[in-house]
């Protein structure tokens, strides 16, 4: 079996403070040997690549993927795209999230049943390029909930599949579970988007969380949830969800229940959204007075201070935006490392290890992905400069000189191009 060694480069592992000199060998899908040390790559055997003045780390993960949601200004519209356009555009997604570094995504969320467990599978298989793919529901909401877009006089979908009580949302759960769907979506919350239902209110009833919830265990799927209110992170916190997106709105004791449960939750704030809508929505005319008008200011202001506390008080981050609409263009999402270092406290390095180390615990692949270790899958980026010091440097595709999945070259150094199809670089 033929062998890639990565030389030259400043490594880092996913973990560590600092970068440090070496060579990075890959053998198969794996990583196969590690080698420290300016003169590191003096004695190896196979293709050697240069990557002098980059950064070798380990590829993304997306925390809070729509791949789905395919640039749409309001939800409604992605309930009036037929399913197989829908497919194609979520194809186009995913090849884009790959292009930008994200070797791996955690679905937060289809806009349609079966399109992300059809996408994983295509992957899975060969017949898309794209990340490697936990796949979701819909997001599951009540009447009167963020998602149901139905009105008296026109039935419309949107994003939502609605259920209303503990039986309905026993049979919608037990569909989804059906649909062979690995991560299971539920809003607890409201959202400012929608005027029926802002942020701070909780549409779901206890009893609907928790036979949701019930199902979901039953199976062994993994539970994420929609709360932005501070009593329904409570409620999550409560019921056992596995990863809580948003928090936005968090009092003492939500946040005291988050720290509590931190072995066992992952937060997401989904920042990309609401940083956008209140930074550069003039680009989609939502202008700062109607931003305003939809208290957006101050959900940026609560989001702020809410992963402030949470960073210090060491709860599980993963990166993700809500990215996929108009406002929030798919490609963007890893700005999202920046706005952690900048808008929440974090260092570069902590930002770094929430979009891949955590990222990994997420996928439930730690042991797989999410460090550069001998052993584990070759999910690799060479990115120019040194990004312990500037998280920035990985929006720019033009930074990213390599881009390696599960040992498959998608972006060869050699070329700068993004591979046509998938070839494995050792075969």
Same mark, same amino acid.
Not at 123 to 130: A, Q, R, T, V
Not at 251 to 265: F, P, S, T, W, Y
Not at 272 to 280: D, I, K
């Given at each position: 079996?033929?062998?890639?060694?990565?030389?030259?480069?400043?490594?880092?592992?996913?973990?560590?403070?600092?970068?440090?000199?070496?060579?990075?060998?890959?053998?198969?899908?794996?990583?196969?040997?590690?080698?420290?040390?300016?003169?590191?790559?003096?004695?190896?055997?196979?293709?050697?690549?240069?990557?002098?003045?980059?950064?070798?780390?380990?590829?993304?993960?997306?925390?809070?993927?729509?791949?789905?949601?395919?640039?749409?200004?309001?939800?409604?519209?992605?309930?009036?795209?037929?399913?197989?356009?829908?497919?194609?555009?979520?194809?186009?997604?995913?090849?884009?999230?790959?292009?930008?570094?994200?070797?791996?995504?955690?679905?937060?969320?289809?806009?349609?049943?079966?399109?992300?467990?059809?996408?994983?599978?295509?992957?899975?298989?060969?017949?898309?390029?794209?990340?490697?793919?936990?796949?979701?529901?819909?997001?599951?909401?009540?009447?009167?909930?963020?998602?149901?877009?139905?009105?008296?006089?026109?039935?419309?979908?949107?994003?939502?599949?609605?259920?209303?009580?503990?039986?309905?949302?026993?049979?919608?759960?037990?569909?989804?579970?059906?649909?062979?769907?690995?991560?299971?979506?539920?809003?607890?919350?409201?959202?400012?988007?929608?005027?029926?239902?802002?942020?701070?209110?909780?549409?779901?009833?206890?009893?609907?969380?928790?036979?949701?919830?019930?199902?979901?265990?039953?199976?062994?799927?993994?539970?994420?949830?929609?709360?932005?209110?501070?009593?329904?992170?409570?409620?999550?916190?409560?019921?056992?969800?596995?990863?809580?997106?948003?928090?936005?709105?968090?009092?003492?004791?939500?946040?005291?229940?988050?720290?509590?449960?931190?072995?066992?939750?992952?937060?997401?704030?989904?920042?990309?959204?609401?940083?956008? @809508?209140? #930074?550069?929505?003039?680009? *989609? &005319?939502?202008?700062?007075?109607?931003? %305003?008008?939809?208290?957006?200011?101050? /959900?940026?202001?609560?989001?702020?201070?809410?992963?402030?506390?949470?960073?210090?008080?060491?709860?599980?981050?993963?990166?993700?935006?809500?990215?996929?609409?108009?406002?929030?263009?798919?490609?963007?999402?890893?700005?999202?490392?920046?706005?952690?270092?900048?808008?929440?406290?974090?260092?570069?390095?902590? @930002?770094? #290890?929430?979009?891949?180390? *955590? &990222?990994?615990?997420?996928?439930?692949? %730690?042991?797989?992905?999410?460090?550069? /270790?001998?052993?584990?899958?070759?999910?690799?980026?060479?990115?120019?400069?040194?990004?312990?010091?500037?998280?920035?440097?990985?929006?720019?595709?033009?930074?990213?000189?390599?881009?390696?999945?599960?040992?498959?070259?998608?972006?060869?150094?050699?070329?700068?191009?993004?591979?046509?199809?998938?070839?494995? @670089?050792?075969?």
């Amino acid at each position: 079996m033929s062998q890639i060694t990565i030389k030259g480069a400043q490594i880092w592992d996913g973990v560590s403070e600092t970068c440090y000199p070496g060579a990075v060998t890959i053998t198969g899908n794996k990583i196969s040997a590690i080698t420290k040390g300016e003169d590191a790559s003096s004695d190896v055997s196979g293709e050697v690549i240069d990557g002098t003045g980059h950064t070798l780390m380990p590829g993304m993960v997306e925390g809070h993927c729509h791949p789905s949601f395919t640039g749409v200004g309001e939800p409604w519209e992605l309930g009036q795209l037929c399913p197989e356009q829908h497919m194609l555009l979520t194809a186009q997604n995913l090849r884009l999230l790959l292009s930008h570094g994200f070797t791996s995504i955690f679905e937060a969320a289809s806009a349609k049943p079966m399109l992300g467990v059809t996408a994983r599978d295509a992957i899975n298989e060969g017949l898309l390029d794209g990340p490697r793919m936990r796949a979701s529901s819909p997001e599951i909401t009540t009447t009167a909930g963020l998602g149901d877009e139905r009105k008296r006089h026109i039935y419309q979908e949107s994003f939502g599949l609605v259920a209303d009580g503990p039986i309905e949302m026993r049979r919608v759960a037990r569909e989804c579970v059906r649909d062979n769907v690995d991560n299971m979506k539920i809003n607890i919350s409201g959202d400012e988007f929608v005027s029926f239902a802002r942020a701070e209110i909780t549409p779901l009833e206890d009893d609907e969380l928790a036979a949701f919830i019930a199902v979901a265990k039953k199976y062994g799927k993994t539970v994420a949830a929609h709360a932005r209110s501070s009593e329904s992170v409570k409620m999550a916190v409560r019921h056992g969800v596995d990863c809580i997106y948003h928090c936005d709105f968090a009092d003492e004791e939500a946040l005291d229940m988050l720290e509590e449960a931190k072995d066992r939750v992952i937060l997401g704030p989904a920042f990309g959204l609401v940083h956008n @809508a209140t #930074r550069e929505g003039d680009a *989609v &005319g939502l202008t700062k007075e109607v931003a %305003e008008q939809m208290n957006l200011f101050r /959900k940026f202001d609560a989001t702020c201070a809410t992963y402030h506390e949470i960073r210090k008080r060491g709860l599980r981050v993963a990166v993700g935006g809500d990215y996929g609409f108009a406002i929030t263009p798919m490609g963007q999402n890893a700005r999202d490392l920046e706005h952690f270092v900048r808008y929440f406290g974090y260092s570069p390095v902590e @930002a770094l #290890r929430c979009a891949t180390n *955590v &990222g990994a615990q997420l996928m439930q692949m %730690e042991d797989q992905i999410g460090q550069v /270790k001998e052993g584990f899958l070759a999910d690799l980026l060479l990115v120019k400069g040194d990004v312990t010091q500037d998280v920035s440097l990985v929006q720019h595709q033009d930074n990213l000189s390599m881009i390696m999945k599960d040992g498959v070259m998608f972006k060869d150094p050699r070329t700068g191009i993004n591979a046509g199809g998938l070839i494995r @670089a050792a075969e």
